[in-house]
């Protein structure tokens, strides 16, 4: 499952099936898989980042927050909603790119200390800064684009927009540039004996994961039509850290099981009222604990024991 060229079309089918089923599902269930649909765009960005430049970040939501003030600020003022994912993306790509700079001097825990960093000064900016972000009474009838005003047509809107940034991805990870970040995330010194420019790299990890993040938030903001700065706090990107390694980092599938398991357990287990964060914790540990590679892991050794063992083949005499 962590080759993309032969879970592409797994993966587009998961989304065709999630659009059909929420067609006939009530409207918070509809939520519920547009919201899936948005945290798979900002984990898959994280995922090229983490799992497949090896970068670890704890910025992730701060992106998300960009993209989505910058929708939430610019449609009241007749700004286009794909203009508003755009300067979304454009911003939180550039910032994206001041972030990757840490990371040419400083790896591992250290790394995650500067993004953290990052990440509060993004959250007290969202906080206090109300003349731009109206503070934390948050900014509210964020209207969604027309025609997809409705829960059902936008949630094909952001599972149409999952679609693109499914194949983006897809190509990117099959590019050279894709060869070019797991090097870089196997081992730098060596990556850089082989001519790759592990500067450059480095950033465009940053930078191409900090964009689906904006691309994210573009679309989370018009979603709940209302957001606020402790949206866009650290467990944000715990959650979104929690997706790309119980999905199963740096895979293709990952991000998209990983949202999943975020977005839907939490919401069966909810009967369990005062016990259901509890359990749902103890879950994720024991399967971080048994399967480190992660739900995808899962699959791929419960396909290899169905599939039926190669036969011998008998030496030609």
Not at 208 to 212: D, E, F, K, S
């Given at each position: 499952m962590?080759?993309?060229?032969?879970?592409?079309p797994?993966?587009?089918?998961l989304l065709?099936?999630?659009g059909?089923a929420?067609?006939l599902?009530q409207p918070?269930?509809?939520?519920?898989?547009s919201?899936?649909?948005?945290?798979t765009?900002?984990?898959?960005?994280?995922?090229l980042?983490l799992?497949?430049?090896?970068?670890?970040?704890?910025?992730?939501?701060?992106?998300?927050?960009?993209?989505?003030?910058?929708?939430?600020?610019l449609?009241?003022h007749?700004?286009?909603?794909?203009?508003?994912l755009?300067?979304g993306?454009?911003?939180?790509?550039?910032?994206?790119?001041?972030?990757?700079?840490?990371?040419?001097?400083?790896q591992g825990?250290?790394?995650?200390f500067?993004t953290?960093?990052?990440?509060?000064?993004?959250?007290?900016?969202?906080?206090n800064e109300s003349w731009?972000?109206?503070?934390?009474?948050g900014i509210d009838?964020?209207a969604?684009?027309?025609?997809?005003t409705?829960?059902?047509?936008?949630?094909?809107?952001c599972?149409g927009s999952?679609?693109?940034?499914?194949?983006?991805v897809?190509?990117?990870l099959?590019?050279?540039w894709?060869r070019a970040?797991l090097?870089l995330?196997e081992?730098p010194?060596?990556?850089?004996?082989?001519g790759?420019?592990?500067?450059?790299?480095?950033l465009?990890?940053?930078a191409?994961?900090?964009?689906?993040g904006g691309?994210?938030?573009?679309?989370f903001a018009?979603?709940?039509?209302?957001?606020?700065p402790?949206?866009f706090a650290?467990?944000?990107?715990?959650?979104?850290?929690?997706?790309?390694?119980?999905?199963?980092?740096?895979t293709?599938?990952?991000?998209?099981?990983?949202?999943?398991?975020?977005?839907?357990l939490?919401?069966?287990?909810?009967?369990?009222?005062?016990?259901?964060?509890?359990?749902?914790?103890i879950?994720?540990?024991?399967?971080?604990?048994?399967?480190?590679?992660g739900?995808v892991?899962?699959?791929?050794?419960?396909?290899?024991?169905l599939?039926?063992?190669?036969?011998?083949?008998?030496?030609t005499?």
């Open positions: 962590n080759q993309p060229h032969r879970v592409l797994l993966a587009l089918g065709l099936v999630a059909l929420g067609s599902l918070y269930e509809v939520y519920l898989i919201l899936w649909a948005v945290y765009i900002s984990a898959l960005g994280l995922n980042t799992g497949f430049a090896g970068q670890i970040s704890l910025a992730q939501a701060s992106f998300v927050g960009f993209g989505a003030y910058a929708t939430a600020l449609l009241p007749g700004v286009p909603f794909g203009v508003t755009v300067i993306a454009a911003i939180s790509f550039i910032l994206g790119i001041l972030l990757g700079f840490p990371a040419l001097r400083v825990h250290y790394l995650a500067v953290l960093a990052l990440a509060t000064i993004a959250f007290l900016v969202f906080r731009l972000t109206h503070g934390t009474s009838k964020i969604r684009p027309f025609p997809f409705s829960g059902v047509a936008y949630m094909w809107l599972l999952l679609a693109l940034v499914t194949l983006g897809w190509w990117l099959r590019s050279p894709g970040f090097a995330r081992n010194v060596r990556a850089a004996s082989l790759i420019d592990v500067r450059t790299y480095t465009l990890a940053f191409i994961g900090a964009a689906l691309v994210s938030g573009a679309l018009p979603l709940g039509q209302y957001i606020e402790s949206e650290l467990p944000l990107s715990f959650s979104l850290l929690l997706m790309v390694v119980v999905g199963g980092s740096g293709f599938m990952g991000p998209f099981l990983g949202a999943i398991v975020s977005v839907a939490p919401e069966v287990l909810r009967s369990l009222q005062d016990y259901y964060l509890l359990i749902y914790g879950i994720v540990i024991l399967l971080l604990v048994f399967s480190p590679d739900v892991g899962i699959i791929a050794r419960a396909v290899a024991r599939r039926p063992a190669a036969a011998p083949v008998e030496p005499p």
